[in-house]
Antibody
Framework: QVQLQESGPGLVKPSQTLSLTCTVS??????????WSWIRQPAGKGLEWIGR???????NYNPSLKSRVTISVDTSNNQFSLKMSSVTAADTAVYYC??????????????WGQGTLVTVSS | DIQMTQSPSSVSASVGDRVTFTCRAS??????LAWYQQKPGKAPKVLIY???SLQSGVPSRFSGSGSGADFTLTISSLQPEDFATYYC?????????FGQGTKLQIK
């Protein structure tokens, strides 16, 4: 059973960089037809897709965040990471990492981490 | 960006009822649509992918249909554990976008 677990600071100061890591267990991050994604959800609001990475290094980002976001992968540690620079209060949200399965006419997120709350405040 | 509009925003129903949610895309997305269920404080869980394929382990009372721009999620007979918020998400083009959600409440 694949499991994903987010980790990182729960409090980030405005203008600083948010850094989160997702550790994948129960399977190799390099195996299978998967992308590895970050999605966020402000309190009481809907879901926003941030971006994704394939272990080949290919990335896709939400254009609204692209200038501030970098997603990277560390296959040796079965992890992938999110860095978001110049954060403001508007970046306060629960951040989820997720596995995106592709192939056979589908792309969908079939496994998710539990989510981690990141608050941007001084 | 493709806008995903869900209706209704909220609905009240009783155990045993049949309920249908609607998701409309601002342009055609083929069958590149998934439905997720989210309970308070929990991560979303995929129910349906490719518009109508049931995710492994999801009860058969959930079904999805549609293609192009109009999609539906149906729960054939509501169970107590089904009260949650439901989101649709398009994977036709970047950025992926979600609907605003439909909250299913107990009547």
């Amino acid at each position: 059973q694949v499991q994903l677990q987010e980790s990182g600071p729960g409090l980030v100061k405005p203008s600083q960089t948010l850094s989160l890591t997702c550790t994948v267990s129960g399977g190799s991050i390099s195996s299978g037809n998967y992308y590895w994604s970050w999605i966020r959800q402000p309190a009481g609001k809907g879901l926003e897709w941030i971006g994704r990475i394939h272990t080949s290094g290919s990335t896709n980002y939400n254009p609204s965040l692209k200038s501030r976001v970098t997603i990277s992968v560390d296959t040796s540690n079965n992890q992938f990471s999110l860095k978001m620079s110049s954060v403001t209060a508007a970046d306060t949200a629960v951040y989820y990492c997720a596995r995106e399965r592709y192939g056979s006419g589908t792309y969908h997120h079939d496994y998710w981490g539990q989510g981690t709350l990141v608050t941007v405040s001084s | 960006d493709i806008q995903m509009t869900q209706s209704p925003s909220s609905v009240s129903a009783s155990v045993g009822d049949r309920v249908t949610f609607t998701c409309r895309a601002s342009q055609g997305i083929g069958s590149w649509l998934a439905w997720y269920q989210q309970k308070p404080g929990k991560a979303p869980k995929v129910l349906i992918y490719a518009a109508s394929s049931l995710q492994s382990g999801v009860p058969s009372r959930f079904s999805g249909s549609g293609s192009g721009a109009d999609f539906t999620l149906t729960i054939s007979s509501l169970q107590p554990e089904d009260f949650a918020t439901y989101y649709c998400q398009q994977a036709n083009s970047f950025p992926y976008t979600f609907g605003q959600g439909t909250k299913l409440q107990i009547k």
